[in-house]
């Protein structure tokens, strides 16, 4: 929910026609788009309105039972015979009798109090359900989003490189022309503008399917979409660290275990008010003429009800759920514990996938510095055709990894966020 009330807002209604009538989009556009289309989503908000009924349905329990009955009948012969001074009398042959009361419940052994209390927890839990599907949604957004980055960036490194291929293949058949080269050199720099032809082919498919997968995700007509971002700029893990301990509290996942065991707490009480004393109290208005008589009139009543033979089992039902109790604080122990090495993996995450970053954009440097230095030895003839292709390649290589780095350093980081519960 605290997703939805960050990117939605109250313009969102008015934003939400501009974002559909554009085809390029930001990655918190593709998150606003994301939180109103996905259907996960839209699921897990359906489930919080039916808990949400439930709570409702339950503090109806609070309430007066307010019935009606009505039945008429009609006998062969009277069902109440008299003798009277010689005379037999024949009664209640046929006739319709009904009446009307409401029973308004006392002490129902606390379960109507802790009836509305588990509906309420209820709701709470899966308000933090939807919390999490949102976080897990937004987090596939973002990581398809930087996917299609990645891709993108791949393509302008062939651009680059089929740029710089063209330049070379004119000289070589410069050189060719003038009898300085064979046509073997020719060939090999064909060669390698056919093999950029097909990686390119590969990565436009690639982009392509991804793209669809995203708008599809979004909830968004793939036709022309595109995205839009400024650079591949990176944040220190540095600036990230928080004391995992102390945000444990804050995870969605850790509020749920306690919902649990807030929720067994109360059935357990449930459990224990089935076996004491009920009380109500009532009133109703009752008519008949089965004596031939119009007869009508009004009652109150309290009713005690003592379940004596549950008591039997009931003792078992009650241990059985103090066990379930214990399970669920036990269970809470157990993930509260996973959840911290969870944060601990995901830092550790992070910080790799950032070194790999500074290590991969060293690499780029010196794949730079390499191609333009065989470009001068190639000049010079002191080196091959083949040796400065395979700059060319190298210089590929280490730019395509160099950015795929930064897309994985950027999901490991937004993970980190989300598993600190600040995503």
Known sequence: MKKRNLYLGCLLIAVSGAIQAQSSFTLEQCKELTLKNNYEIRKSELQLKGAEQSRKEAFTNYFPVVSATGTAMNASAGTMNMEMMGTTLSLMKNGVLGGVTATQPVFAGGNIVNGNKLAKVGVEAQRYQLDLSEDEILLQTEQSYYQIVSLQEKLRTLDQLEEMLQHLRRDVENSFKAGLITQNDVLKVKLKQNELASNRLSVENGLDIT??????????????????YDSLWMESPANLLVNHAEVLS?????KLLDKNVEANNLQLKIKQGEFLPKVAVGAGYMYHNLTDVNTDFGVVFATVSIPISAWWGGSHAIKKQKINQQVAMNDRQNKSEQLLLQMQ???????ES?????????????????????????KAGTVTLTDLLDAQSFLQQTRDRYTESITVYRFKRSNYLQVTGRY
Do not use: W
């Open 211 to 228: 793209k669809k997968l995203l708008c599809q995700h979004m909830g968004t007509d793939p036709s022309g979409f595109s995205i839009t």
């Open 354 to 378: 950032y070194k790999q970053v500074k290590l991969a954009e060293e690499a780029v440097a010196e794949a730079t510095e390499n191609l333009r230095l065989n470009e001068d030895y190639y």
């Open 345 to 351: 993996q995901a830092l550790n995450d992070m910080e």
């Open 250 to 254: 804050a995870r969605n996942e850790y």
